[in-house]
């Protein structure tokens, strides 16, 4: 087949457009949300006691008393621009947490990542293998149990298991100032691992259903047929069949993440993402609330846009088709 | 399939044959029974009574008089456990209609006149997705303050875009089949025709869906409570617990354990009994 490399392009132009508008979409309702919500956000940050005067004097200085169109615009404009608004906690520019936050979370969500990717596809594909018997059964349903557990109770059995009976690992991610990376990835294991959980069963489950329809193709027959081992079959057809699934579930599990962080993060002690949107809910801290809610929604834009790229470079039918 | 050939009784009784003989049912059906026995007669089911302090006998550990040991305040944690149910088992499931009655509707309307307005929902539907369901339900409440009220409102409108999802592609299916130009021609209304002759042959599916909001619905409360934006204190639900005792988790096991172990077998039970019931209306 002739690589049509102007259909590629405007597929993957097609799919940033789409993550664009729905990015936008997104702005609007964490902005409404933020601001049209609470009714009167003085009020709501400064507490039913507050003066009445103080709390117009609040909504004029930040700006919440002007029409919502000129706010919106304000926001989003500057927004895009790396400008995120000041906290009303902090009195600062919300963007440097934001960014460190974000930082600290995607090294939490990729050590998750690299545990159970493999992980995920080695158990799909050893159920596969086994399709219909009893280990088959009880690795799905497993899987399926694990990921429906909260994040809290798993990293509470976690903790317990690892922390305090066997005191193999820290029980916060508070690692000491200026720890080497080393020591991070010490100290993010435990708390990467109700994710792990979590996760392992949709991977699992994808990875699966990939190789039983792999395995069930006529190539597969074909190969096999032609007289190559099992294993090279394993590795050259069904494998790289199986994984293009996977690849896409792994990306929307991304989004997902975030909520997941909220609770691990704010149980162990780590100033990611999660834990920013947590505190700015509890102290009603808005514009670090929206910043940080319309990052997620951004990263997880991003994530979909990156796995239509990933599975274009894997997949020659999609590089001309959609 | 042999559905097509098979009248409407006797599919009906094959799945109740499938139902009775699926382990998987069965088994959720009884943990979940167990835990709404629980919420419903807990005050009576409880040895002791689970608000009654005792300072002398705080953070005992599990004995005879106490199977689950004691909490800071002495509480007898197995009585905790038990009436712990409550609160749950009453928001999720609230939270759940209130979703699946406005989502059903909203996806017969989208699914049925498309257009524009299907468009324009689809469209949010998929920008809510975006966002993990926990963060969306931390900032609604952050805006509107905590109660077991705005709990159910706001799970309820979450999950209303995504049940309507579910819905509409099922409305879609059913639009291309000859009963629904057939009611058109007779003259009946776009609202008959959604909610008399669509409504009945999506239910199946909307039950699954609602099995399956309704295990989301349980970890979203027990997360939420756990972080303090859903269920309140002093109700002795399982999350709000362990966010008070956590911290004493390198001593009092006992004290986060039974509470944890309550909330992963309801979620795992809702999770069985949404798992059977697929494959019974798979039959």
Not at chain 1, 14 to 29: C, E, G, N, P, Y
Not at chain 2, 192 to 215: C, D, H, K, Q, S
Request: proline share 5%.
């Amino acid at each position: 087949m002739r690589l049509d490399r102007s259909a590629v392009a405007r597929f993957l132009a097609k799919r940033a457009l789409l993550s664009l508008a729905t990015l936008a979409i997104l702005s609007v309702i964490v902005f409404l949300g933020g601001q049209l919500l609470p009714g009167d956000v003085g009020r709501a940050v400064l507490g039913p006691l507050a003066d009445a005067r103080a709390v117009a004097l609040f909504n004029h200085q930040v700006g919440v008393d002007r029409p919502l169109l000129v706010q919106y615009w304000e926001w989003i404009s500057h927004f895009v621009l790396g400008d995120m608004g000041t906290s009303f906690t902090f009195r600062a520019p919300v963007a440097p947490f934001v960014g460190a936050a974000l930082v600290n979370s995607l090294k939490l969500a990729g050590l998750a990542f690299v545990l159970v990717v493999p992980l995920g596809i080695a158990g799909g594909v050893w159920a596969a293998l086994r399709v219909g018997r009893f280990s088959d059964r009880a690795l799905v349903l497993l899987g399926q149990s694990l990921g429906v557990v909260p994040e809290f109770i798993s990293s509470i059995v976690l903790i317990l298991i690892f922390g305090v009976w066997l005191r193999w690992l820290p029980m916060s991610a508070d690692w000491p100032e200026g720890a080497g990376w080393l020591t991070q990835v010490r100290y993010l294991i435990l708390p990467s691992l109700p994710l792990v959980l979590v996760f392992f069963g949709y991977v699992a489950r994808v990875a699966r259903v990939g190789t039983i329809e792999a395995l069930d193709a006529d190539y597969t027959r074909t190969a096999i047929l032609k007289g190559l081992t099992m294993s090279q079959v394993m590795r050259r057809h069904v494998l790289r069949n199986a994984l293009l699934p996977t690849i896409t579930v792994v990306a929307s599990l991304l989004g997902y993440l975030a909520g997941g962080l909220v609770v691990i993060e704010t149980l162990f002690h780590y100033r990611g993402i999660g834990a920013l949107i947590y505190a700015a809910a509890r102290a009603k801290d808005f514009p670090m609330l929206e910043a940080g809610v319309l990052t997620v929604g951004a990263v997880y834009a991003l994530a979909s846009v990156l796995a239509d790229l990933l599975s274009a470079a894997l997949n020659p039918r999609l590089r001309v088709g959609a | 399939m042999s559905e097509g050939t098979a009248a409407p009784r006797s599919l009906a009784r094959e799945r109740w044959r499938v139902a009775l003989r699926s382990a998987t049912l069965l088994t959720g059906l009884a943990i979940l029974g167990f835990w709404v026995v629980c919420a419903l007669f807990g005050a009576r089911i409880a040895p002791q009574d689970p608000y009654a302090d005792n300072l002398l006998a705080t953070l005992a550990p599990p004995s005879a008089a106490h199977l689950f040991g004691t909490d800071q305040l002495g509480r007898d944690i197995l009585s905790r456990v038990i009436i712990g149910a409550r609160d749950i088992l009453i928001v999720a499931p609230l939270a759940t209609l209130l979703g699946t009655v406005l989502g059903t509707s909203l996806g017969l309307a989208i699914g049925y006149l498309r257009g524009p307005l299907d468009d324009l929902v689809s469209r949010v539907i998929e920008a809510v997705q975006a966002l993990p369901l926990v963060i969306v339900a931390l900032m609604a409440l952050a805006a509107v303050g905590t109660s077991n009220d705005t709990v159910v409102l706001v799970i309820g409108f979450v999950f209303t875009p995504l049940i309507a999802r579910t819905v509409r592609s099922a409305v879609l299916v059913e639009s291309d089949l000859d009963y629904v130009p057939a009611a058109r021609l007779r003259g009946d209304g776009a609202l008959a025709i959604m909610f008399i002759e669509i409504l009945p042959n999506v239910l199946p599916i909307v039950a699954v869906e609602m099995t399956v909001r309704l295990g989301y619905a349980i970890f979203f409360v027990a997360s939420l409570s756990f972080i303090g934006f859903g269920i309140q204190p002093p109700s002795a639900d399982w999350g709000i617990a362990i966010a008070e005792n956590y911290s004493l988790i390198g001593s009092y096991w006992w004290t986060v354990v039974f509470d944890a172990g309550a909330t992963a077998s309801l979620v795992i039970g809702v999770n069985l009994v949404t798992d059977g019931l697929a494959s019974v209306f798979e039959t």
